[in-house]
């Protein structure tokens, strides 16, 4: 595309703006939209979330996400917040039906506003075409859509974050109206609300970017050439941070105080100290990665063996993208690029420091900052020789990543199934068989579009778009789903089985029990427990660390579960379950057991006299959890009916 095309297709952009953004976000919509309706938890936090909006609901304390009764400390509540509205709505129907639909939404919604933004910004920088198809790009992107019909924080965070950085890049190119600040603060506030501090990094972005400017600004005046080491003086930058005073001040104060207020109220309504648990899982998912940054910085593998993975299927041609914005910078110095790279260098320095990217989602917010990257240099950069190298070089990436990882499947026969690793394919190939037919023709439209059309990189990025979102449902219709215990596939699929086997034989008045350690590993069952309780209450389960002998007396007699919980938490009169367990009647009890915790008690369960074995009953099920994989899960509980 020569500069005489480039400037035609900037002027139809600019000319059908409206039109042109109204289609893009109606695309959008459509494909974030597909696969809400599936009745099947995607990832396992999703019913966390999804239980804290449900208790919400019904206890009206929006301050204090709970759990199953209990205190969930994990994230900040935005992400609650913007679910609650669609619950209260499930709500009225009493969550009968398929509510995770609704559940859903608000990430749908999220990410369309991720790409009206990534519109907007791309079109401020580099001209309605780059706006427009950047925003294509990412909707594209196999892991922005994979995360869009997710009900947790990531989405939430993603689009506080790619609104903030429109605010900030703003005020960056000159715009010191009042709006901007306030838009900044608002997005920033928001921001911290959705997950802690991290949402101060593009503010750091920033901040570093108007240093460099100021360093390069002085430079310049004084007629000497800049370098990368006078571009980054300290001195410079502490001075150019100093003059910017105040408007940093008011994001930093914006995006402190509605979270410290936060804490406060939660504390104030619950009893319970968030600052605690946020805390602890910082250091949790920090910790588990490694404490020494040698060590992180030279295992860096994942950014490229899973480059493609990333940001599929538009990663190879960011090797061109990063070369284009060093010969943008070097040849001459582009403060928008310099604005972008500080963004993006900042958020992926201290992410690749504090969890050395221990999942492939910690990188969603980047992925605008990416398709904006990426498709200016497919659309604006100089056609030369170099350019057509690194295009070709970038398909070719594309199809060798994929070919490797088609190998690496192939050798160990397992698979990447949302963010599940090595699910063995080999019980599900008949459904997994007409996605990888889809998956090879999409390949094949992309070598056609690729083959000689560097100089037409809209059409490129146009038909690869559509190309991949053709493929999507070929994925979610391989994916389990539940009608009934005996019609399934590929079998039960574990929360619900569980549940409908246990409402078979119970009712509202029945208490479930379970180790702690059941819960943390299928948190979609205490979601599905609702089923159980037929007056549109919110029913709890009791997670006890108890001794076997009192597991089996609480089994035999539920009436005591609210003394038993008592001894393991001493301030028990804070916690919802707890309030639950002693005002609840119940009739009686079952036990929810892994196979390591069951085969644990089933030693004490054959010492106990026959009298009382002769009413005990076990139920095994052999269930697919959210991860594709096959486990045992027993089901124990006293039938007075039963006789040998």
């Known amino acids: 595309m020569d500069n005489k095309s480039e400037s035609v297709l900037n002027g139809f952009c600019r000319k059908n703006w409206a039109l042109l953004l109204g289609m893009l976000l109606i695309f959008s919509a459509a494909v974030s939209f597909y696969g809400t309706w599936l009745n099947y938890f995607y990832d396992i936090d999703e019913p966390k979330y999804a239980r804290a909006v449900y208790e919400m609901i019904h206890s009206g304390n929006l301050l204090a996400p709970m759990f199953d009764g209990m205190p969930r400390m994990e994230k900040p509540p935005l992400a609650y917040w913007v679910m609650y509205p ?59 859509k994979f995360m869009a019909v997710m009900m947790k924080v990531d989405v939430v965070f993603a689009c506080c974050v790619t609104w903030a950085t429109y605010f900030y890049l703003q005020r960056y190119l000159g715009d010191k109206s009042t709006k ?89 309504s619950s009893g319970f100290d968030y600052t605690q648990g ?30 493609t993975v990333i940001f599929f299927p538009w990663g190879g041609y960011v090797f061109g993208t990063v070369y284009g914005i060093w010969r943008s910078i070097r040849e001459k110095f582009n403060e928008k690029y310099v604005f972008m790279a500080c963004v993006f260098l900042v958020y992926l320095i201290i992410f690749t420091l504090l969890f050395k990217l221990k999942s492939n989602r910690y990188m969603l917010p980047i992925l605008p900052l990416l398709s904006i990257l990426v498709c200016d240099w497919l659309v604006n950069a100089k056609r030369d020789k170099t350019y057509r190298t690194l295009f070709e070089m970038g398909f070719v990436w594309i199809l060798s990543m994929a070919a490797m990882l088609g190998y690496r499947s192939f050798k160990s026969m397992s698979v990447s199934v949302n963010l599940a690793d090595r699910v063995p394919v080999g019980p599900y190939m008949e459904l997994m068989l007409p996605f990888f037919v889809a998956l090879g023709g999409f390949f094949l439209v992309m070598l056609i579009v690729s083959i000689k059309q560097s100089h037409r990189p809209a059409l490129h990025i146009v038909v690869g778009s559509l190309a991949i979102t053709v493929v999507m449902p070929f994925y979610y219709k391989a994916l389990p789903s539940y009608a009934s215990l005996t019609e399934n596939r590929p079998m039960p699929i574990l929360a619900q089985a569980v549940t409908d086997k246990i409402a078979a034989f119970s009712d509202s008045d029945t208490l479930v029990i379970h180790r702690p350690f059941f819960i943390k590993t299928f948190p979609d069952v205490a979601y599905y427990l609702k089923k159980l309780d037929k007056d549109g209450n919110c029913m709890y389960s009791l997670g006890s660390g108890a001794r076997h002998g009192d597991l089996m007396q609480i089994l035999a007699t539920p ?3 609210a003394e038993m919980f008592k001894k393991e938490h001493p301030d028990a009169d804070k916690y919802p379950v707890y309030q639950y367990l002693k005002n609840k009647k119940f009739k009686n009890a079952v036990l929810l057991l892994s196979a390591s915790d069951f085969y644990q008690l089933k030693p004490f369960m054959n010492s106990l006299p026959d009298m009382v074995k002769q009413y005990i009953e076990v139920a095994e099920m052999e269930l697919l959890t959210i991860k594709w994989i096959k486990e045992k899960i027993f089901i124990v509980r006293f039938n007075p009916g039963k006789m040998k």
């Open 86 to 144: 669609f619950a209260w709505l499930a709500s009225l129907d009493g969550f009968s039906g398929n509510a995770l639909t609704f559940f859903r939404l608000p990430t749908v919604i999220c990410s369309v506003l991720m790409v009206l933004g990534t519109a907007l910004t791309g079109r401020r920088l580099f001209g309605p075409a780059t706006g427009l198809l950047a925003g294509m790009i990412l909707q594209s992107s196999v892991l922005f």
């Open 180 to 268: 901007v600040a306030v838009g900044g603060a608002v997005l920033t506030a928001l921001g911290v609300l959705a997950k802690g501090p991290f949402a101060f990094l593009p503010m750091a972005g920033y901040a570093l970017a108007v240093g460099i400017r100021h360093n390069v600004n002085k430079k310049n005046e004084s007629g000497e050439p800049a370098s990368f080491v006078s571009a980054m003086n300290i001195k410079g930058l502490v001075a150019a941070k100093w003059d910017d005073r105040n408007i940093l001040l008011l994001w930093f104060v914006a995006g402190c105080a509605p979270f410290f207020l936060w804490l406060y109220g939660a504390w104030l």
């Open 278 to 307: 946020l805390l602890g899982q910082f250091f949790h998912n920090t910790a588990s990665t490694s404490s020494k940054v040698t060590d992180k910085l030279s295992h860096l593998d994942p950014y490229f063996d899973t480059l």
């Open 559 to 561: 009436q005591i579960a």
